[in-house]
């Protein structure tokens, strides 16, 4: 029972449109009270009723280490008594971006207070030093809500975008080109007809916007290597998966591997250990550009600030090989367990990582490559399954288009309580109504 957190969702709508600050969490793709949530403690969340849930959302990716990571609270606690912000330089800022260059392929980095701050400057920084207007993004690949990158594909491939929402200019959404993702002979196209104009190509590092929709192999390198014959900028946005996939990201088990860099790589989520706090970074002269160094404007009141950056700086050091090895195996073990009960209850479905990260596309859904495949999922009976879940403690993501996530701090402990709660799950998954029974 929630009761407390219906009457809060109605406090809520009343001055809050739809009653939420970000729309997933309101429940919209799975119907049901969003529950609010009144404390976290390693993997688990605790709402306003008292009830107790498994965290399989970790905060959307930040919450690499669990909630209230002791020693994160403790770095926290001394950065607060030192004041909030101060608008200065300061230490702590320096050896968190220290720690992100030692991490990753960037050789400079700017700090900023949310991912779309930072995919949106990556774009003015590629506009700037290229000259040029056009971006490349692939439909389903979410950057936060930046205009240009709010668009979807006109009628026609490698045509100039369309407004994905109202309040999106038409002449904003026109600069941006929308592709399938992993489709070569898409972005060849594109770049055949409009390479002398495209400043930059955005991609997720490996989406997880969409469900989780790996890069076939190779994907990346083959776009790196298109920006630069066209002399257009690649840049890797690892909000997501940036120090939570591997210390080093998506790139330290791609790119590193392969052999290529990124020109440009954006960071948020783990990096900021639960604050605001977010980056971009990369190849040291396009990073020149930026004022007050060179001519190319981005500025922000609480960029670095002393508290997230503690945070970030806290988090970041305790996430060592160990810490890696435990959330990969956690990922392994819940994702495993999870899809062998839908089999064994007859539900089809498709399993897909990335590493630690990992969703479920329910239905007869062949294997997902880009945002149209994943539409084919059935996503009334991810909603069962999702309530099912909820009711027996364990929070998952509440939207079929999702990344699940865990943390080292989910012990044996917060797994088999997730374990515990799947065939009762993957019978309701079982026994809704697919899509295709009301056709
Ligand atoms: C979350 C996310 C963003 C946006 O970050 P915010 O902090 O929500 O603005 C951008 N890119 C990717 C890949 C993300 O997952």
Redesign the pocket.
């Known amino acids: 029972m929630h009761p407390e957190s219906e009457q809060w969702f109605e406090r809520a709508r009343a001055v809050t449109p739809g009653g939420v600050n970000?729309p997933v969490r309101a429940f919209a793709a799975v119907g049901g009270t969003p529950r609010f949530m009144a404390s976290g403690q390693g993997a688990w969340l605790t709402d306003v009723d008292g009830n107790s849930y498994v965290d399989l959302v970790c905060s959307?990716?930040p919450m690499l280490l669990g909630h209230a990571h002791p020693e994160v609270l403790a770095s926290v606690g001394a950065a607060i008594a030192r004041g909030t912000s101060y608008g200065t330089p300061t230490t702590t800022e320096v050896e968190l971006a220290e720690e992100i260059v030692a991490r990753t392929p960037v050789e400079q980095v700017r700090l900023v207070?949310?991912?779309?701050?930072?995919?949106m400057s990556a774009i003015r920084l590629a506009r700037g030093f290229t000259g040029r207007d056009v971006v490349v993004k692939f439909s389903g690949?979410?950057?936060?809500?930046v205009d240009s990158l709010l668009a979807s594909a006109g009628s026609g491939l490698a045509t100039l975008g369309v407004s994905a929402t109202p309040g999106v200019p038409a002449s904003s959404a026109a600069q941006t080109i929308v592709l399938p993702f992993n489709d070569r002979a898409a972005v060849e196209a594109a770049f055949a007809e409009h390479g002398a104009s495209i400043a930059c190509l955005i991609t997720?590092?490996s989406?997880?916007?969409m469900g989780v929709v790996p890069p076939l192999p190779g994907f990346n390198a083959f776009l790196a290597e298109i920006c630069s014959r066209y002399g257009a900028l690649f840049v890797s946005?690892?909000?997501?998966?940036g120090f939570r996939v591997s210390r080093s990201g998506q790139w330290g088990t791609d790119g590193a591997v392969e052999g290529w860099v990124p020109d440009l790589s954006?960071f948020?989520?783990v990096m900021?250990g639960g604050f605001?706090a977010?980056a971009f970074g990369g190849r040291a002269d396009v990073m020149a550009m930026l004022s007050p160094q060179g001519p190319v404007y981005q500025a922000g009141t609480l960029s670095g600030n002393p508290v997230a950056t503690a945070a970030g700086l806290a988090t970041l050091r305790l996430a060592t090989e160990d810490v890696y090895a435990r959330v990969d195996h956690v990922a392994a073990t819940i994702s495993q367990a999870a899809s062998e009960a839908l089999s064994a209850a007859g539900v089809p479905h498709r399993l897909q990582s990335n590493g630690n990260m990992f969703s479920i596309f329910f239905g007869e859904v062949a294997p997902v490559v880009d945002y149209a495949t994943a539409q084919t999922q059935d996503t009334d009976v991810f909603t069962a399954f999702f309530h099912a879940m909820l009711d027996a403690g364990v929070y998952l993501p509440p939207s079929a288009y999702e990344s699940w996530f865990v943390s080292s701090a989910h012990d044996d402990r917060a797994v088999q309580h997730v374990l515990d709660a799947l065939p009762a799950a993957a019978a309701a998954a079982a026994a809704a109504p697919s899509r295709k029974d009301t056709r």
């Open positions: 970000s959307w990716g207070s949310s991912g779309t701050e930072a995919t690949c979410y950057h936060g809500h997720e590092a989406p997880g916007n946005d690892e909000v997501m998966t954006t948020g989520k900021g605001p977010a």
